[in-house]
T-cell receptor, first 114, second 114 residues
């Protein structure tokens, strides 16, 4: 049973435009969410996070939105750059479970076209 | 900081052989995670250590898999005997034991079992 779902395996966007990556979750106990970015032959690297007490967190070109009622979060990249081309993973934590294990989605491959 | 260091980067072995993957976490991090990435299942948590103690190994596929953390700066994941279905990329990650501390991943070991 997949608790974190990224339903779009891939996304192509023109350079300079907005990239929107989506993520849905089923476990209502998740209370902290993260996005990771992964280049080929490298490990995932942390990008941005959001606590369930917020609905938006912004860091430069990256903004994460959280809609708790819909159990949905999204990552917006504005403007998109060719260097943003990577696989993006959504992850969630149930901090009340006694450990800080991440549950990951399967990822969305973003291609930014120059 | 050198980050999380994994070795080897690539491992090719024959079915039935023993495989040992190694990980050096970031100094000062007290949590260590082993993940496996496959196309079908994405990033799966295999086992999680806190202060060198295994906390949750429910993700370990079967008895052929074992993991140890003899000290704060070293962990191993062993597969004995290996099978072709174990072929995957294995990631080690470390973090401080709090929600706001993101996981730092190594660059992974690509295992191929023929």
């Amino acid at each position: 049973d997949q608790q974190v779902k990224q339903n779009s395996p891939s996304l192509s966007v023109q350079e300079g435009r907005i990239s929107i990556l989506n993520c849905d979750y089923t476990n209502s106990m998740f209370d902290y969410f993260l996005w990771y970015k992964k280049y080929p032959a490298e490990g995932p690297t942390f990008l941005i996070s959001i606590s369930s007490i917020k609905d938006k967190n912004e860091d430069g070109r990256f903004t994460v939105f959280l809609n708790k009622s819909a159990k949905h979060l999204s990552l917006h990249i504005v403007p998109s750059q060719p260097g943003d081309s990577a696989v993006y993973f959504c992850a969630a934590i149930d901090s009340g479970a006694g450990s800080y294990q991440l549950t990951f989605g399967k990822g969305t491959k973003l291609s930014v076209i120059p | 900081d050198a980050g999380v260091i994994q070795s080897p980067r690539h491992e090719v072995t024959e079915m039935g052989q023993e495989v040992t993957l190694r990980c050096k976490p970031i100094s000062g991090h007290n949590s260590l995670f082993w993940y496996r990435q496959t196309m079908m299942r994405g990033l799966e948590l295999l086992i999680y250590f806190n202060n060198n103690v295994p906390i949750d190994d429910s993700g370990m596929p079967e008895d052929r898999f074992s993991a140890k953390m003899p000290n704060a700066s070293f962990s191993t994941l062993k597969i004995q005997p290996s099978e072709p279905r174990d072929s995957a990329v294995y990631f080690c990650a470390s973090s401080l034991d709090r929600v706001q501390s993101p996981l730092h991943f190594g660059n992974g070991t690509r295992l191929t079992v023929t």
